[in-house]
């Protein structure tokens, strides 16, 4: 029996490093060039990989990570975004997959940006792909070229306003994000999830010092959101918001969870607020919404029903 269990041993041995030895010499150049393609195909975008490797138990490295629309008039950069699969959580009937994603091209705004997704291994076979655990974190990562792209990209929609284009075309955010994340999400019984959110801009500035604006960029006093889920039902903080010389945004209400997540149902309330500059530039705006002229730079919106299809009220 003992000779068995070594034979047994060192057969799986074999194999093990026989796997191993395929993993790291695998042609990750030839992958590399085959997924730049195929996601470019997919998106409508053009995205290439500088390098990819191995990167050890179970996972791929990418570095210098260029995403540019179909255009060119939107760039976005990543210095490096790693992708693992934890090989111990399998044995636990668990399936983690963890990234790690490096953004700045200097060491002065270099930041780093963590997420990791569990998902049950039997929810997964069932047709349930809600992760049991979410957790994410942030350090002084950088948020301008992300948000520039996000921006341009709606800018240069299909559908884009042609009010509204230009403005988001001359907008600009920048700042660190940091904080956590950290969700423990049940989902057939939603009740039973908890957890907590805490997420801020550092140095946050809403850039409007382009030529076509003619205003002062604005700094943010706070940009804070800021939430806990008890009981299935994740409610804002009401000290969440973002606050400014010249804007104004704030959010209140709560969101109770579904077993299905597009029909977990909103209550929610944001208001926003212009002052002086940005008043007297953008409170048409406001007033064509809110269907009066004398809105005074102020708008509320009230967000209730499903996740899927709520109802929107303007006031």
């Given at each position: 029996?003992?000779?068995?269990?070594?034979?047994?041993?060192?057969?799986?041995?074999?194999?093990?490093?026989?796997?191993?030895?395929?993993?790291?010499?695998?042609?990750?150049?030839?992958?590399?060039?085959?997924?730049?393609?195929?996601?470019?195909?997919?998106?409508?975008?053009?995205?290439?990989?500088?390098?990819?490797?191995?990167?050890?138990?179970?996972?791929?490295?990418?570095?210098?990570?260029?995403?540019?629309?179909?255009?060119?008039?939107?760039?976005?950069?990543?210095?490096?975004?790693?992708?693992?699969?934890?090989?111990?959580?399998?044995?636990?009937?668990?399936?983690?997959?963890?990234?790690?994603?490096?953004?700045?091209?200097?060491?002065?705004?270099?930041?780093?940006?963590?997420?990791?997704?569990?998902?049950?291994?039997?929810?997964?076979?069932?047709?349930?792909?809600?992760?049991?655990?979410?957790?994410?974190?942030?350090?002084?990562?950088?948020?301008?070229?992300?948000?520039?792209?996000?921006?341009?990209?709606?800018?240069?929609?299909?559908?884009?306003?042609?009010?509204?284009?230009?403005?988001?075309?001359?907008?600009?955010?920048?700042?660190?994000?940091?904080?956590?994340?950290?969700?423990?999400?049940?989902?057939?019984?939603?009740?039973?999830?908890?957890?907590?959110?805490?997420?801020?801009?550092?140095?946050?500035?809403?850039?409007?010092?382009?030529?076509?604006?003619?205003?002062?960029?604005?700094?943010?006093?706070?940009?804070?959101?800021?939430?806990?889920?008890?009981?299935?039902?994740?409610?804002?903080?009401?000290?969440?918001?973002?606050?400014?010389?010249?804007?104004?945004?704030?959010?209140?209400?709560?969101?109770?969870?579904?077993?299905?997540?597009?029909?977990?149902?909103?209550?929610?309330?944001?208001?926003?607020?212009?002052?002086?500059?940005?008043?007297?530039?953008?409170?048409?705006?406001?007033?064509?919404?809110v269907g009066n002229s004398t809105s005074d730079g102020q708008l509320t919106m009230q967000v209730r029903g499903p996740m899927e299809q709520p109802a929107v009220q303007t006031?």
């Amino acid at each position: 029996m003992k000779k068995v269990l070594n034979v047994l041993s060192y057969i799986g041995l074999f194999f093990l490093s026989f796997a191993l030895f395929l993993f790291i010499t695998f042609p990750y150049e030839v992958l590399k060039e085959s997924l730049a393609a195929e996601l470019s195909q997919q998106s409508g975008m053009q995205i290439r990989i500088g390098e990819m490797s191995a990167k050890l138990p179970l996972g791929i490295r990418a570095q210098d990570i260029k995403v540019e629309s179909a255009n060119g008039s939107s760039q976005l950069q990543l210095k490096r975004l790693s992708a693992n699969l934890s090989i111990f959580s399998l044995f636990l009937g668990k399936v983690r997959a963890e990234a790690d994603v490096e953004a700045g091209m200097t060491a002065a705004n270099t930041g780093s940006m963590e997420i990791s997704l569990d998902f049950g291994i039997i929810d997964l076979i069932q047709g349930q792909p809600v992760p049991k655990h979410v957790a994410f974190s942030a350090k002084s990562f950088p948020i301008e070229q992300a948000v520039s792209f996000a921006l341009g990209m709606a800018a240069n929609s299909p559908g884009a306003n042609p009010m509204v284009a230009p403005l988001l075309s001359a907008l600009g955010v920048s700042g660190a994000l940091n904080g956590k994340i950290e969700l423990d999400l049940d989902s057939k019984n939603p009740t039973q999830s908890a957890g907590v959110m805490d997420i801020n801009l550092a140095k946050a500035v809403l850039k409007l010092s382009h030529p076509s604006l003619g205003l002062p960029d604005q700094e943010f006093k706070k940009a804070l959101i800021k939430a806990k889920v008890e009981n299935g039902t994740l409610v804002l903080d009401k000290a969440s918001g973002f606050f400014a010389d010249e804007i104004e945004l704030a959010t209140e209400g709560k969101v109770t969870l579904k077993p299905v997540p597009t029909n977990s149902v909103l209550d929610l309330k944001v208001a926003l607020k212009l002052n002086k500059g940005l008043k007297e530039k953008f409170g048409f705006i406001i007033d064509a919404v809110v269907g009066n002229s004398t809105s005074d730079g102020q708008l509320t919106m009230q967000v209730r029903g499903p996740m899927e299809q709520p109802a929107v009220q303007t006031f």
